[in-house]
Nanobody, 123 residues
Framework: VQLVESGGGLVQAGGSLRLSCAVS????????MGWFRQAPGKEREFVGG????????SYADSVKGRFTISRGNAKNAVYLQMNSLKPEDTAIYYC?????????????????WGQGTQVTVSS
């Protein structure tokens, strides 16, 4: 299974970005997925997760109300829509996944990780 993120870049504070994570393999609809980020000098932190059907999501308090996770099972992709970006959102963003058997299970801990995409928010 391979995960490839895209969509990162440089944006001004208050702006928006949409990250995508393309997942290889025929069983994507069975995967709980998550987004994480890691800023320089800091530990990796959980951003949010989505269950395999896409009907349930969870978010870190720091992004709740600003970020939205969605998925397109027909496209083998998961997305992270980021609005009202702040300089403290600057980080490398990673998607992650794990095959799950319950629709209540969003995945963690995750077995598969992407290589990350850089998001930089200027003030």
């Amino acid at each position: 299974v391979q995960l490839v993120e895209s969509g990162g870049g440089l944006v001004q504070a208050g702006g928006s970005l949409r990250l995508s994570c393309a997942v290889s393999g025929p069983t994507f609809s069975s995967y709980g997925m998550g987004w994480f980020r890691q800023a320089p000098g800091k530990e990796r932190e959980f951003v949010g997760g989505i269950n395999k059907s896409g009907g349930s999501t969870s978010y870190a308090d720091s992004v709740k109300g600003r970020f939205t996770i969605s998925r397109g099972n027909a496209k083998n992709a998961v997305y992270l829509q980021m609005n009202s970006l702040k300089p403290e959102d600057t980080a490398i963003y990673y998607c992650a996944g794990r095959r799950v058997y319950s629709n209540y299970d969003m995945g963690p801990p995750y077995d598969y990780w992407g290589q990350g995409t850089q998001v930089t928010v200027s003030s």
